[in-house]
């Protein structure tokens, strides 16, 4: 890859993580100079950040206008529910299928840390680590497109979370985790969907409540948060970004 395709990956990255998060509400414009600022780049890497977000259904960015995080309407939301519920009970099936013992220890593991996040009261990062475990489980299916697919709906889902549902609930989410964790262990696949249908009915009914959020934040403080928290030594990150004078809300 080269330095020019890392540096966008690495952007889309931490944008992507920024919208999961919450930390970037729907409708929140993403100004080409401001991205670029943020994280070192031209503003045609900008664009291409930009066109990858919005083929996984994060950003929105018409021709000739500014860019946006996506904004999914209520209809759009329950469709994206419908299949994600769908993708989620083949891939309880073929992890069940290709189990190893080692996926125990790793997601058990995962549950941990959701744990570790909800008991020390870190919000966005219990909100990122819930969705993380259902993306883990995609990996372990081993369907390279299915794992796509799922990743990108998970992604969809905490989007719509920001824009209408009720704040997060790590407790419940730790708990039925740890259910479904249980269940893959005994090889018990349809009480593990039927735990599964039920976690996701669960988020679906949280987040499907017509609720808009506020979305008064300062842009530049949370570009720089996550920009700058992609340069830890020792892993593909971009180059810590000089932090330049927050902007006023946008």
């Known amino acids: 890859m080269s330095k020019k395709s890392t540096r966008v990956a690495l ?13 970037l509400p729907p409708g929140t414009k993403l100004p080409e100079d401001e991205l670029g600022l943020r994280f070192g780049m031209s503003r045609t890497l900008v664009r ?12 929105d960015a018409p021709p000739r206008r500014t860019a946006t995080t996506a904004k999914p309407t209520l209809d759009q939301a329950r469709e994206i529910f419908e299949t994600r519920r769908m ?11 290709r189990w190893r013992p080692q996926f125990g220890a790793d997601l058990e593991g995962h549950v941990r840390a ?25 990996e372990m299916a081993g369907n390279s ?7 990108e709906v998970v992604s969809r889902c905490s989007l719509i979370l920001a824009l209408y549902g009720r704040p997060h609930s790590a407790d419940c989410a730790v708990n039925e985790h740890r259910e479904i964790v249980a269940a893959l262990r005994a090889g018990n ?27 008064g934040f300062d842009l530049g403080t949370v570009l720089s948060r996550y920009a700058s928290g992609l340069d830890e030594p020792g892993s593909a990150k971009v180059a810590r970004i000089p932090k330049a004078k927050a902007k006023g809300k946008r």
């Open 145 to 151: 497109l299915l794992r796509r697919y799922l990743s």
């Open 11 to 23: 952007a889309c990255q931490a944008l992507r993580q920024a919208i999961i998060e919450q930390a």
């Open 189 to 215: 696949a349809e009480t593990a969907i039927r735990i599964m249908d039920h976690h996701i009915g669960s988020v679906e009914a949280r987040a499907l409540l017509d609720q808009g959020r506020d979305a």
């Open 48 to 59: 291409e950040a930009l066109a990858q977000l919005q083929s996984e259904g994060l950003v």
């Open 87 to 97: 993708l989620e009970r083949e891939v309880v099936r073929l992890v069940i299928a």
């Open 114 to 138: 959701e744990e570790t996040a909800r008991q020390a009261g870190e919000a966005r990062v219990s909100i990122r680590l819930a969705g993380e475990f259902h993306t883990r489980l995609g």
